[in-house]
C-alpha cells in the first residue's frame, strides 16, 4: 500500500530564505507526483506535475524533483515571500489517477 | 489545464438531511474524483466517478451514504447522504487527464 510522508509538518522562515520541502512515498511504482498549493479554506492549486519518466520541473520560483528509485521528492522555493505562506501537499498519482496525498508542509513566511 | 466548478461552496445543514454537491468541468474528461478533507487532515479519496456506469468507491466508502452521479464527461454529483457531525468536511472534485485540477471545494458542517 503506497504512503505518502512530508517532512517537515510546519516550517517557518524569514522572507527571502530559500527552502526545500520533502515528499518521500514507500512504492516507487507512481505514474507521475504532483505538487500542489493549498490556502486555508480554500480548495488546491497545482504547482507543479512531473511525469514518472522525468527528474525535475521548474515554474517560477519553484523547482520540483523526482527520484523514483529513492521515492523522493523535493520541492524548492527561491526567495521566499509572504504570499508563499500555504500548505503544500505533495500527492502521487497512480495509472488510474488516483491521488495519494502527504500530510502537507504548512509554511509561514514572516516579513 | 481544466477548470472545475463546485457548488454549493459552503453549507450548513441538519443531521440527518442529505446534501447534494455539484461539479462541473469545462472540457471532457476521463477521470473525475471526489475527495473528502477532515479538519486538520489531508484529502482521502472517496471514490472513482465512472461515466456512464456505477462508482467505484474506496475502502471506508459505501454507495449508501456517499452515491455518486456520472452522467456525461463533463459533470459529477456526490451526495453526502443521513448526515451527521462527523461529515462535516471539506469535499473536492477532481479531474485528471494527466495533471489532477481541483474545484474549490464544498466546506460542509453538519449540526
Given at each position: 500500500?503506497?504512503?505518502v ?6 516550517l517557518s522562515?524569514p522572507?527571502?530564505?530559500n527552502?526545500?520541502l ?8 507512481i ?7 493549498q490556502?486555508?479554506?480554500?480548495g ?11 527528474r525535475?520541473?521548474?515554474s517560477?520560483?519553484?523547482n520540483?524533483s523526482l527520484?523514483?528509485s529513492?521515492?523522493?521528492?523535493t520541492?524548492y522555493i ?11 501537499l505533495c500527492?502521487v498519482i ?9 500530510q ?5 513566511v514572516?516579513? | 489545464?481544466?477548470?472545475i466548478?463546485?457548488k ?10 442529505s ?8 472540457s471532457q474528461?476521463?477521470m473525475?474524483f ?5 479538519p ?6 472517496i471514490?472513482?466517478?465512472?461515466q456512464?456506469?456505477?462508482?467505484t ?15 456525461n ?8 447522504s443521513n ?6 468536511s ?6 485528471s ?11 460542509l458542517?453538519?449540526?
Amino acid at each position: 500500500k503506497q504512503e505518502v510522508t512530508q517532512i517537515p509538518a510546519a516550517l517557518s522562515v524569514p522572507e527571502g530564505e530559500n527552502l526545500v520541502l520533502n515528499c518521500s512515498f514507500t512504492d516507487s511504482a507512481i505514474y507521475n507526483l504532483q505538487w500542489f498549493r493549498q490556502d486555508p479554506g480554500k480548495g488546491l492549486t497545482s504547482l507543479l506535475l512531473i511525469q514518472s519518466s522525468q527528474r525535475e520541473q521548474t515554474s517560477g520560483r519553484l523547482n520540483a524533483s523526482l527520484d523514483k528509485s529513492s521515492g523522493r521528492s523535493t520541492l524548492y522555493i527561491a526567495a521566499s515571500q509572504p504570499g508563499d505562506s500555504a500548505t503544500y501537499l505533495c500527492a502521487v498519482i497512480s495509472n488510474t489517477g488516483k491521488l495519494i496525498f502527504g500530510q502537507g508542509t504548512t509554511l509561514q513566511v514572516k516579513p | 489545464s481544466a477548470v472545475i466548478s463546485q457548488k454549493p461552496s459552503r453549507d450548513i445543514c441538519q443531521r440527518g438531511t442529505s446534501l447534494t454537491i455539484q461539479c462541473q468541468v469545462d472540457s471532457q474528461v476521463t477521470m473525475m474524483f471526489w475527495y473528502r478533507q477532515q479538519p486538520g487532515q489531508s484529502l482521502t479519496l472517496i471514490a472513482t466517478a465512472n461515466q456512464g456506469s456505477e462508482a467505484t468507491y474506496e475502502s471506508g466508502f459505501v454507495i449508501d451514504k456517499f452515491p455518486i452521479s456520472r452522467p456525461n464527461l463533463t459533470f459529477s454529483t456526490l451526495t453526502v447522504s443521513n448526515m451527521s457531525p462527523e461529515d462535516s468536511s471539506i469535499y473536492l472534485c477532481s479531474a485528471s487527464p494527466d495533471e489532477a485540477f481541483f474545484g474549490q471545494g464544498t466546506r460542509l458542517t453538519v449540526v
